[in-house]
């Protein structure tokens, strides 16, 4: 079946280091989402990805950064590590070829990353 | 700024009513938009969406409701279950783009 993962599933890192949180998902989905969760503040996007070498910033993009090479991977980076970046990451795809929605818009989420920074 | 929230963060429901999350939203040029449940440690899942164009759709045990006039998007849960306990989230898109913006959830706890 097909799906999207997220690893690791738990991380802690230092302040200042570079982390690389991975993304792959096999819908072959033109549409790549990165999120951050925090409590009080629902679900905020990141960085986002309409198709290969297409990169786009969301509303909370400071610090973090996305590379999209090929349809099945967005790795989401955090230049350097901050203690205001511990967080849960979701990374999510969409295409409206794929889906059960109306609009077949609706975005599927991986299980999550926990990040928290010392 | 224009943004999509909810009433109440939090929801106590007795195990078999019904249960009515509501949402607010300000972009009055939202066209189409979603209800996600996100249990305990994993990522949202689609419960159910809705157009601009349309004032009610049902699912299995759920319905959900928009009122433009008053930019309001309600989900009611018939029959709620222990399983149906979780955070619920809705969310808009506008009609130029795939983005969703998402409120900040209600959590819904489901008493026995």
């Known amino acids: 079946d097909a799906e999207i993962t997220q690893s690791p599933r738990h991380k802690i890192t230092e302040t200042g280091r570079q982390v690389t949180l991975a993304c792959h998902q096999t819908?072959?989905?033109?549409?790549m989402f990165w999120y951050r969760q925090d409590l009080g503040h629902g679900l905020r996007l990141i960085h986002y990805?309409?198709?290969?070498?297409?990169?786009n910033k969301g509303e909370v993009s400071d610090g973090y950064s996305v590379s999209r090479s090929n349809t099945e991977d967005l790795p989401l980076t955090l230049e350097s590590a901050a203690s205001s970046q511990t967080s849960v990451y979701f990374c999510a795809s969409s295409d409206r070829s794929s889906g059960t929605g109306l609009d077949y818009n609706e975005q599927f989420f991986g299980p999550g990353t926990r990040l928290t920074v010392l | 700024g224009e943004s999509v929230g909810l009433h109440l963060p939090t929801l106590s429901v007795q195990e078999g009513d019904n249960s009515i999350i509501n949402c607010a939203y300000s972009n009055s040029a939202s066209d189409y938009f979603i209800w996600y449940k996100q249990e305990s440690g994993k990522g949202p899942q689609f419960i159910i969406d809705?157009?601009?164009?349309?004032d009610k759709r049902q699912g299995q045990r759920v319905t959900v409701l928009l009122n433009k006039t008053v930019k309001h998007l309600s989900l009611q849960i018939a029959a709620t279950q222990p399983g149906d306990s979780a955070v619920y989230f809705c969310?808009?898109?506008?009609?130029?783009?795939?983005?969703?913006?998402f409120g900040a959830g209600t959590t819904v706890t489901v008493r026995a």
């Open positions: 819908w072959n989905h033109n549409n």
């Open positions: 969310a808009e898109n506008g009609s130029d783009d795939y983005k969703l913006s």
């Open positions: 809705i157009r601009s164009n349309m």
């Open positions: 990805s309409y198709g290969v070498q297409d990169t």
